[in-house]
């Protein structure tokens, strides 16, 4: 659109240009004719409405420059404008796909085990760094014959134990089945992600609730990604099952 503006405007100019050359041209035969035969009033007249007919074209003529120049400028302004628009975007486009390799690069580390269970360990010391004075927890308890949790909370005169670690392994078909629209892989996948969080449960009460070694009647089960725990607490109204309840009659708090 501004750039037929600014043709147009061109355009117009130079038409103006020709006229105003046609006219002075004119006034020039008329002056010639004026010497040559005496001021006659009809070229009187007309030298006089040529003379203003020029300077009307005269000033538009200065309109349309001036015209010009100012498409010009607001063109080079909206150029830039679009210019550090795209360098925005590109530069947020890199960034998308930075974030996506690191995404990436976090999913294939939290496929190992050993990593996984480091990451939910960190990020449960982070949070109880947070909330808790040093006093009222400690990390990477020892209980009795080597057996070590990763970390207990200190209330009154007892400890919970809290354990960090998630299953991840049928979690993440679970979430693939479930974006694909695959209902009966997303079924299957959350089948094997219970009987996975089941048997996470089940090793929490068989190693940490001892109340012997001054733990209370219930333990801890710490899920580092939100995700993960909204399939926990999910019903499955398939066969009526509830991890979430399933926990709690094994004294382990997701």
């Known amino acids: 659109m501004t750039t037929a503006l600014i043709t147009l405007t061109a355009l117009f100019v130079v038409v103006l240009v020709a006229g105003f050359q046609v006219l002075s041209r004119l006034t020039r035969q008329i002056q010639a004719l004026e010497k040559k035969e005496g001021a006659e009033p009809a070229l009187v007249v007309m030298q ?10 005269r000033v538009s003529l200065e309109s349309g420059r001036s015209e010009i120049d100012r498409r010009l400028e607001e063109t080079q302004r909206v150029v830039g404008d679009v210019r550090r628009g795209l360098g925005e975007v590109s530069g947020q486009v890199r960034a998308v796909h930075q974030a996506a390799r690191d995404l990436q690069g976090l ?3 939290l496929r190992a085990p050993k990593v996984r269970g480091g990451v939910g360990e960190y990020l449960l ?10 006093a009222h927890f400690e990390l990477q308890y020892s209980f009795k014959g080597g057996q070590r949790v990763d970390a207990v909370l200190r209330l009154g005169d007892g400890l919970v134990p809290v354990d ?8 993440e078909r679970l979430h693939r089945a479930a974006e694909a629209g695959d209902e009966p892989g997303e079924r299957a996948a959350f089948r094997q992600f219970r009987n996975d969080v089941k048997r996470h449960v089940d090793a929490i009460a068989d190693r940490y609730i001892r109340p012997g070694e001054g733990t209370y009647e219930f333990a801890m089960m710490y899920i580092p990604a939100e995700a993960v725990y909204q399939e926990i607490i999910r019903q499955d109204e398939g066969d009526g099952l509830d991890l ?4 709690l009659s094994r004294r382990v708090v997701p």
Not at 48 to 57: A, H, I, K, T
Not at 164 to 171: H, R, T, V
């Open 48 to 57: 006089q409405q040529l003379d203003g007919l020029r300077e009307q074209v």
């Open 107 to 109: 999913q294939e580390m």
């Open 125 to 134: 010391a982070e949070l109880l760094a947070q909330v808790l004075p040093q």
């Open 164 to 171: 960090s670690k998630f299953p991840l392994e049928n979690f």
């Open 244 to 247: 979430f309840q399933y926990a």
